[in-house]
């Protein structure tokens, strides 16, 4: 399992830091991903870090966003900074695994103005 956490109620322009973590030993970790749900509308992919390190990122989130992974530690992470009021969302980690997908309970992270 995943827990994530580290949501809450920040104003527009400050940052926060998700962390996610698995519960017990995992293996075959392919990658790790960050999607978020913002109310009404879907599930947007927000970041990926491959087992190797390698990044990608939504394009609109470039430059406020950062992901890192613990592999040690099977946790992933999520600076997000200058946060905006569109950035209001729960947010949920992912596991790629090479024989499964997991999933974070979500975290909710509001953005006021």
């Known amino acids: 399992q995943l827990q994530a956490s580290g949501g809450g109620l920040v104003q527009a322009g400050g940052s926060l830091r998700l962390s996610c973590a698995a519960s017990g030993r995992i293996f075959g970790i392919n990658s790790m991903r960050w999607y978020r749900q913002a109310p009404g509308k879907q599930r947007e992919l927000v970041a990926s870090?491959?087992?190797?390190?390698?990044?990608d990122y939504a394009d609109s989130l470039k430059g406020r966003f950062t992901i890192s992974r613990d592999n040690a530690k099977n946790t992933v992470y999520l600076q997000m900074n200058s946060l905006k009021p569109e950035d209001t969302a729960v947010y949920y980690c992912n596991f790629l695994l090479y024989t499964a997908t997991l999933w974070g309970q979500g975290t909710l992270v509001t953005v006021s103005s």
């Open positions: 870090i491959t087992s190797g390190g390698t990044t």
